[in-house]
């Protein structure tokens, strides 16, 4: 469920506190507004608030699966392609969350040049290889770590239920 967002709400905050958010919400590649709103949700929820937890239901529309799972990324660079090893940490039918150690090529600030690349990776069960086409949506800088969320654009059928078996 998609929460509405009809209401303001203003605070007041030390210089210090702001420049922090901001940080932050760069960061993470949101606004400050959307990080603000997912550190109270997130809050609320760890808290027991009753009813919030009926109100910030999941919003993904495939389950998501925990997993460690090598990958190769291929990034098209015009007239050749470079490929760089990555580990998915979590998978489901529409998605990927894939993480890079910070000293790889993938920098915070690549974003728009990995926004479209291609994944490919080895299924546990069946040991075949498939590839997906990916669109970066976000990229968190963890400190030792780069994490890209990237959604498959385009997938083939006959690849996602080759998926389908991993994540049963």
Request: glycine content about 4%; proline content about 3%.
């Amino acid at each position: 469920m998609i929460m509405k967002k009809d209401v303001v709400f203003s605070i007041r905050m030390s210089t210090e506190v702001r420049d922090a958010l901001r940080e932050a919400a760069v960061k993470e590649h949101r606004t400050i507004s959307s990080l603000l709103n997912r550190i109270i949700t997130e809050h609320l929820e760890h808290d027991n608030i009753a009813g919030v937890e009926r109100r910030f239901e999941e919003r993904r529309k495939f389950h998501r699966k925990r997993i460690l799972l090598p990958s190769k990324t291929y990034l098209d660079e015009g007239s050749s392609a470079r490929d760089l090893p990555g580990v998915i940490l979590d998978i489901s039918l529409g998605g990927v969350l894939l993480t890079y150690p910070k000293a790889s090529e993938i920098k915070k600030t690549s974003l728009g040049d990995l926004s479209k690349f291609e994944l490919c990776f080895e299924l546990p069960s069946t040991r075949e290889r498939i590839r997906f086409g990916c669109d970066a949506r976000r990229m968190i800088d963890t400190g030792n770590e780069i994490h890209v969320a990237a959604t498959f654009r385009n997938p083939n059928l006959n690849t996602i239920k080759k998926l389908q078996t991993t994540l049963l």
